[in-house]
């Protein structure tokens, strides 16, 4: 139950009586379990279909640092947050300590977000940074939750111009890779038709990803 009471010089104060708190609590503890089970669940769908090209993106990036090559990466609005983070933990360290492994978020650089956007539009804000900085011999690695963003599409396409191996980490259900899934030599779908929870799944693959390269690149320390 709800009660108002009178505060001196804070006037209505509404005060939740202990029983009734304690029914919120119950209720949010309830919900905090659910969510919990559905993001589990939805990792452990997207491990048992991708399984293969999960191992498959660990080779080629280690490939590719071996190579002497680089790992772009992109996405939009919370995948932007994941490529700054996975290209954090590649040049910095993840679990070991370790020479710097370079990757490269194309979404930090605001001079050069909003110069492109400017002059070419929204679109090509990542095309023109994998034209100018990706090499035949790098790694697209392009993040985007529906797979149908336009400039994720028109950065894909620079990629394969280049001749640079492309992957693409995307979710859903009805339309698995959305108009990036043509596109990109590996697809990793997370066969889930929540957002936060295919956003979730993403990030665990990034650190799975981080903490297999670091091993097969330098072992145990």
Known sequence: MITNVSAPGRGNVFCLTGLFFLDIVASMKTLISANQARSIKAQQAFVEAEADSIVRLVEWTVETFRGGGKLLIFGNGGSAADAQHLAAEFVNRFKLDRAPLPALALTTDT??????????????????????????????????TSGNSENIVQALRAAGKIGMRTVGLTGGVESPGGRIGPLVDLLLNVPSGSTPHIQETHLWLEHVVCDLVEQELFGNG
């Open 111 to 144: 001079s050069v977000l909003t110069s492109i956007g400017n002059d070419y539009g929204f679109d090509q804000v990542f095309a023109k940074q994998v034209q100018a900085l990706g090499r035949a011999e790098d790694l697209a690695l392009a993040i985007s």
